[in-house]
């Protein structure tokens, strides 16, 4: 089994920051990439950014310059720096890991965190 657990979220005025982590446990043999997604109230969940193992990233286009997404692979963790948050920003983050569990197969599988919740408000 592999878990994902996220933390860091909270209430934050406008303007201000949060440091989102996400550490993966459990049975894994090695992790490709790993991922934020926002899921905002009455909205699908949305790609926030995507970093691969070599440390490539991508962001949404709504978040370029604003966050920054990067990974410690000796922990299995990644984290989502955000900067210059706006209202818009309030939603729960979900990380996303694209694991291979030690399970005997070649198999990669998307592994889910349950969520941290982020609010943006004055």
């Known amino acids: 089994q592999v878990q994902l657990v996220e933390s860091g979220g909270g209430l934050v005025q406008p303007g201000g920051s949060l440091r989102l982590s996400c550490a993966a446990s459990?049975?894994?043999?090695?992790?490709?990439?790993m991922a934020w997604f926002r899921q905002a109230p009455g909205k699908e969940r949305e790609l926030v950014a995507h970093?691969?193992?070599?440390?490539?990233?991508n962001y949404a286009d709504s978040v370029k310059g604003r966050f920054t997404i990067s990974r410690d692979n000796a922990k299995n963790t990644v984290y989502l720096q955000m900067n210059s948050l706006k209202p818009e920003d309030t939603a729960v983050y979900y990380c996303?890991?694209?694991?291979?569990?030690?399970?005997?197969?070649?198999?990669?599988?998307?592994?889910w965190g349950k969520g941290t919740l982020v609010t943006v408000s004055s």
């Open positions: 970093i691969t193992s070599g440390g490539s990233t």
């Open positions: 459990g049975s894994i043999f090695s992790i490709n990439a």
């Open positions: 996303n890991a694209d694991t291979k569990p030690i399970d005997g197969t070649y198999n990669y599988y998307d592994y």
